[in-house]
């Protein structure tokens, strides 16, 4: 079982360059190993369910490009919700990135209650580092019903 400090960091982002950019300044504070990027949104999604669905209960960050062109976020976050329903000891933090600065964008991710926060695109090393700090020591993880 993973430390509750341990967490799978999943990025899903149609654009790969943007995923490298992440999974760089991700890596450069965490580690690598824990990481995986996908740009097909539905590679993306059957490895969240298989962390979900695993026996131990699974502690995973999610990064969520909100406009791509096959499946926005908001349609993966849709696709995931039965299984993050089920009551199964996870914890799970979602991050909304978005190169947008659409305001409708920010207040639908503030009003969904399986959204832990949105940032904009390029995700940056100092905020990373601020998630984890907070998501660790701060508020602790973030349970969803």
């Known amino acids: 079982m993973k430390a509750r400090n341990e967490f799978s960091i999943i ?3 149609d654009d790969p360059i943007s ?3 992440s999974e ?13 990027s ?8 059957a ?16 990064f969520l490009d909100i406009n791509m062109p096959e499946m926005s976020g908001w349609d993966v ?29 920010k207040i639908r991710a503030a009003k969904n209650m399986y959204v832990s926060g949105y940032l904009e695109k390029p995700l940056s090393t100092p905020d990373f580092s601020d998630l984890l700090f ?4 701060l508020n602790g993880p973030k349970l969803h019903p």
């Open 77 to 105: 976050l849709d696709e995931l919700l039965p299984v993050m329903q089920e009551e199964s000891g996870n914890v799970v933090r979602i991050y909304m990135l978005s190169s947008s600065i659409d305001i409708n964008d």
């Open 24 to 36: 760089v300044r991700i890596k450069s504070v965490y580690d690598r190993r824990l990481v995986k």
């Open 19 to 21: 995923n490298l950019l």
């Open 11 to 13: 990025i899903i982002d």
């Open 134 to 137: 907070k998501t660790n020591y």
């Open 38 to 45: 996908y740009t097909n949104p539905l590679e993306g999604i």
């Open 47 to 62: 490895a969240i369910k298989t962390l979900i669905e695993a026996p131990e209960p699974a502690n995973f960050m999610l």
